[in-house]
């Protein structure tokens, strides 16, 4: 990992370590490492000496400590130092100059972690800033945490002075009644008035279905809505045994959630006893039912199912 410094600012790095190059394990202790032998590249320029004129002093196995000066890490970005010394292997670091206020908010003593940031666009636009900024500044009284020329109320009245004036609206409001009428409902009762709703046969949902790019196959399983919607007591189904269907994928085995699943008596689908309920994240679905042999049906656009499953419940 590189290591960080500041940037223009002078530092002590430790390099090494310095091998022999014959038996390439000895250090090598006692080198002589001048200011032309030390040379740095910034962001991958050409490689130069340092500019600290000082040399690096041998400080223990192998190791040297080498003086950089500002000049040495005033560029932002990658500093590599390598050091080619006849009779050692090379020795090559790294470091990343970091700007003054990052080091400081990040290696500072008491350091909070926190980088300095300075927001110059909203959704990359600088006027959308500038509109925020003069907000904040001029519109916004932080003593009373309100907006400026806004007034507030902590409560709010019923309005008394806008029926019958200025050609508002004179009559009284419809009462629940009223608005079945106006809407042409004649009872309160939703059952009844679901069952006021002409029929439609399974053929013109099924030929709908076609219409829209199902195939005829798949428009059949259209079925199975005569008896989810007359004869199903509860979407979970009426039986006293609590039964979990799982629905995986065939190839990766992950778990298929939101599929729509409903449980028949038979095969053909016609009698269906509960659903349709959707599977959870877990790709779970579970239906009370009893004890006996059920097929369970299974659909969710883009996906082809096998149906139906068949499943003993014991």
């Known amino acids: 990992m590189a290591m960080i410094l500041k940037q223009s600012t002078a530092v002590d790095v430790l390099i090494g370590p310095f091998i022999d190059d014959t038996d390439g394990k000895t250090a090598e202790t006692a080198l002589t490492l001048a200011q032309a032998d030390i040379k740095l590249s910034k962001n991958g320029q050409a490689l130069a000496q340092k500019t600290d004129d000082t040399s690096a002093a041998a400080d223990a196995n192998g190791y040297y400590n080498c003086e950089l000066d500002a000049t040495d890490t005033n560029t932002v970005g990658s500093l590599v130092l390598i050091v080619h010394q006849a009779g050692s292997l090379p020795v090559r670091h790294e470091f990343q100059v970091v700007e003054e206020a990052v080091y400081v908010a990040l290696f ?26 003069d907000f904040v500044d001029t519109g916004y009284d932080p003593a009373t945490h309100k907006v400026a020329g806004v007034v507030l109320a902590d409560t709010t009245t019923t309005n008394t002075d806008m029926r019958g004036t200025d050609s508002a609206n004179t009559t009284a409001p419809l009462d ?75 190839d990766t085995g992950l778990p298929i959630a939101d599929v729509d699943v409903w449980v028949s008596t038979d095969s053909a689908g016609s009698n269906v006893i509960a659903g349709a309920l959707q599977t959870n994240a877990s790709g779970v679905v579970t239906f009370m039912l009893d004890a006996g042999t059920y097929y369970f049906w299974h659909q969710k656009s883009g996906i082809n199912f096998d149906n139906p499953d068949a499943e003993v419940v014991s």
């Open 108 to 133: 500072a003593a008491s350091a909070t972690g926190l980088l300095p940031a300075n927001m110059t666009q909203i959704g990359g636009v600088a006027q959308s800033m500038t509109d925020l900024k």
């Open 176 to 250: 629940a009644a009223g608005i079945r009428t106006a809407v042409g409902m004649a009872s309160a009762d939703l059952d009844t008035q679901l069952d006021a709703v002409s029929s439609i046969s399974k053929s013109d949902v099924q030929d709908a279905m076609t219409d829209q790019g199902y195939t005829e196959a798949r428009a059949v399983k259209i079925d199975y809505l005569d008896a989810a919607i007359s004869g199903v007591g509860g979407a979970v189904g009426a039986g006293a045994i609590s039964w979990t269907h799982t629905i995986t994928d065939s």
